[in-house]
Structures are given as structure tokens and as C-alpha cells.
């Protein structure tokens, strides 16, 4: 029962709380109130997609620092053996890791967050990515299997996505990227609905999907 999955968090509730050992000292949950966070896991230092899926953070780092947004590692190895990798990923491949790495040998914060799945990774923690939001609100989750690396590129994009539409109040279809047109929300009522069609700032297939530019 030791590994047993507790309850995921969900969206748009508060993250839950952590106060943890990193790379970079002692880091809780209020160290990044007011910034956008991502934080993700990985099954063990030393693996080879592991460090494909650092690097390339390392390498969009001051992307997502432009979107107020800092990254946070975590896995269940030591704090000794993240720095031994990110000193080994420096040597061998040129790329140096700036982020925190979280050593989570206890594992509270991977149960925290649903990271440990049994049955995908015996006392790993799977590819789990969370952003959490300035009011440290969960706002979304992604999980990938152990033999697949994340794409860098669509956390970039998701979070655009969200900030965008937390500016705008609108909604983001499939694929978006920024500068692209925006969905307008869904009409509350039947006159809003109407109203819409004959709206020139909006371009309108039909009352339900309407596009504007922003």
C-alpha cells in the first residue's frame, strides 16, 4: 500500500503545498506566489529521455522566464545525485541545468501531486508536468508514459494559451499560437446569442462559435 495513488489534485484549485529540499536549497509552494510555475517530474537522474526533456528545458529557459513562469524539477533521487547529473549532463552535452531539482526521497510531494503510478513505474515518479498559476492555483496537468519524452514547445504554447485567455477572458482553440484568432466565450443568453451574428467585431459561423482578433 506504501505506493498506493492518493487523490489527484484538480484544476483550478489551490496546488498542494510543499516545502522541500533542491538543488537550489529549501523551496515551498509561497517561494513562487506571483509567478506562473511549472513544475515536472521524472522517473530517475542518469535515464537517458530524462536528460533529453532537461536539456530542453535548460535551453527554453529564458522563454518561459519572459512569460514570468519558473521551472522545478523533481524526482526521487538525492539531492547528491541531481547534481552529479546535472554536472554529467554539463560535460557530456554542453547544457547547463539553472532550474531547482527537487530530491524527493520521501516521496511527499510526488504523492502530493499523483505522481506515483504503480503500475507505470513501480517507486518512480511518470512524466507529470503541472502549471500552477501567480495564486498558486493548479491550472493544468499532463501526464506522459516512461518510454516518451514531454514536448517542451506545447508547454510554451499552453501557457500562452492560459495566459491569454486569463487577459482576455477568452477561450484558445485547437493548436493555438499567439497572434492567431481567439474563440469568443459561449452567449449566456438567446439575445446574446443573436446579437452576435450581426457583430462586426467577431467572425461568426453561428451563434454558438465566434472568432475575434486580439
Known sequence: MENQVVGLP??????????????????????????WLILFSHPAD??????????????RQ???????CELLGLSIDSTHSHIAWMKNIKDNFGVEIKF?????????VARAYGMIHPGAADTSAVRATF????ESKLRAMVYYPMSNGRSIDE??????????????AVATPENWQPGERVIVPPAKTAEEAM????????????FYFATKQI
Request: net charge negative.
Open 155 to 168: 508547454f510554451l504554447r499552453l501557457l500562452d494559451g492560459l495566459q491569454t485567455s486569463d487577459k482576455h
Open 46 to 59: 542518469f535515464t537517458p529521455v530524462c536528460t533529453t526533456e532537461f536539456m530542453a528545458f535548460a535551453n
Open 195 to 206: 446579437a452576435r451574428l450581426t457583430n462586426t467585431d467577431y467572425e461568426v459561423t453561428d
Open 131 to 134: 502549471i500552477i498559476d501567480p
Open 10 to 35: 484538480r484544476l483550478n484549485e489551490k496546488a498542494p503545498a510543499f516545502d522541500a529540499e533542491t538543488t537550489s536549497g529549501r523551496k515551498t509552494l509561497e517561494d513562487y506566489k506571483g509567478k
Open 100 to 108: 531547482p531539482i527537487i530530491a524527493d526521497l520521501s516521496m511527499d
Open 62 to 68: 529564458e522563454e518561459f522566464a519572459k512569460r514570468n
